[in-house]
């Protein structure tokens, strides 16, 4: 028979588009080469050089984390309005605009606002739209991994802009580099943006139809029929708990990322934008692993590996910087990207699972103020911790107690349910646990989820025709 569903393809397609707007947009992940170059600027001095203070290097950085986390916000309301491709058309409108700044000024003011506040809006802008409408065009079941896929460009994009920034700044200098980038990131995010689109009225994911979701799935099921209101989201506990959780773990990878070149190059001199690339990877892997991981074993366990991990990282990234050896600080910069990474997996995951789709784009918004806030409040407070004596050592200690404090924090979004009469009231510590057992023991095979029988899909499509 002829194929009833014709957006059966569709979603993929926008999967693909909202990866490759991601792919343009995380050049702000190379801020570190383009911190370098600006330092090495400022050292060499005469005309036309940088003249800021070097304590001032990791502004704009941070003011774009911050811009990019409360345009989300303003973003995410249109892209509930105005639909996904006009916002994020607007997005690559600011970003270009940005960047076409900065291939004019070299001034500390020029880049705060050039970078800080038209790039990082733009960010917000692009960003917002490009994971909302691929994950509406699948079912619950495979949430983790499409937002893993859409958001894990965002995290690969410096594996080709780190090269390429490098080769634009040697060969053409820091503000002609920046002209380059803008009109390059003006087209592809703006000509991506006509692909993004929302599944029509009605639209029901093929998978579900069929009747391929596990057992387990019944509850998430429930959840995406929950559309909770901005304000609802904001009355709930849950979200306090994850906002906090975001906050750290956002704010202490992106104190790494930020300063993954300068702490390559005293090892691997000029080849330290190779660390920056490779750590890319474990960025965008982070995301995937995670986003599927969560799919098999749940939001919240993932979570909880995933902060524990990226604390005993910092912990172990003392003494691998006191002694510079360029592998290991590769593998280290790598796992510290993964597990950076994983937050942008999942807590996009938990927004579509606590509070539905209907105002996604806002309620998640208001989650990713804790990821600009992060970023802003912990790569300021790393930068300052760094200045005093065995800063280095002390700010890696300080990001892994936040770390193990998130990791803790992680277990209160697991709901505390009713004893059985007879039977003591279980702690949250004893619902987490039982379902983290269960989900592992799902993910190795030692237990199979329950799945229905598939259904006819032939009377299926007859029946909706």
């Given at each position: ?338 597990n950076y990474g994983s937050n942008l997996a ?52 300080a990001a892994g107690v936040l770390l193990l ?61």
């Amino acid at each position: 028979m002829s194929d009833q569903n014709p957006h059966k393809s569709r979603g993929w397609q926008v999967v693909i588009a909202g990866t490759g707007i991601n792919l343009a947009l995380g050049v702000l992940y190379a801020w570190s080469i383009f911190k370098e170059a600006i330092v090495g600027s400022i050292k060499a001095g005469g005309p036309g050089a940088f003249q800021w203070e070097m304590t001032s290097v990791g502004t704009p950085y941070a003011v774009c984390c911050l811009t990019f986390a409360f345009a989300m916000i303003i973003a995410g309301k249109a892209q509930d309005k105005i639909g996904p491709a006009k916002t994020a058309l607007i997005g690559g409108l600011l970003v270009g605009a940005g960047f076409v700044m900065l291939g004019f000024t070299n001034s500390f003011a020029g880049w705060v606002i050039g970078f800080g506040v038209l790039a990082g809006a733009g960010f917000g802008f692009g960003y917002s739209a490009a994971t909302p409408p691929a994950i509406k065009w699948f079912s619950s079941a495979k949430t983790g991994l499409v937002a893993g896929i859409v958001v894990a460009g965002f995290g690969l994009a410096p594996v080709y802009i780190a090269p390429l920034a490098k080769f634009l700044l040697g060969h053409f200098g820091i503000q002609n580099s920046m002209l380059i980038l803008g009109i390059g990131f003006l087209v592809v995010v703006c000509g991506l943006s006509f692909l993004l689109v929302n599944p029509p009225k009605g639209y029901v994911p093929r998978e579900v139809l069929r009747g391929y979701y596990p057992a387990l799935d019944a509850e998430k099921k429930k959840k995406e029929e929950v559309n909770a209101t901005v304000g609802e989201v904001l009355r709930s506990p849950k979200f306090y708990v994850l906002w906090i959780c975001f906050f750290i773990g956002a704010g202490a990878g992106l104190m790494v990322i930020g300063s993954v070149a300068g702490m390559a190059k005293k090892s691997m001199g000029e080849m330290a934008f190779v660390a920056v690339a490779i750590a890319a990877i474990g960025n965008a892997a982070g995301r995937i692993v995670a986003g599927v991981l969560s799919d098999r074993i749940g939001r919240r366990a993932t979570l909880f590996i995933m902060l524990a991990f990226q604390a005993s990282l910092m912990f172990a990234a003392i003494p691998i910087t006191a002694n510079p050896n360029a592998v290991m600080l590769v593998i280290l910069a790598t796992f510290m990207g993964f597990n950076y990474g994983s937050n942008l997996a999942l807590f996009p995951s938990f927004a579509k699972d606590y509070w539905g789709l209907k105002n996604y784009g806002l309620n998640y918004g208001a989650l990713f103020t804790a990821w600009g806030l992060g970023g802003f409040v912990l790569v300021q407070a790393a930068d300052k911790i760094k200045a005093m004596p065995n800063g280095n050592n002390n700010s890696f200690i300080a990001a892994g107690v936040l770390l193990l404090c998130g990791a803790a924090l992680s277990v209160f979004l697991a709901d505390k349910k009713k004893a059985v009469a007879g039977e003591a009231e279980p702690s949250r510590w004893q619902e987490f646990w039982a379902e983290f057992s269960l989900g592992l023991k799902v993910f190795l095979g030692f237990e199979a989820p329950q799945v229905r029988a598939p259904r006819n899909w032939d009377a299926i499509e007859k029946s909706r025709a």
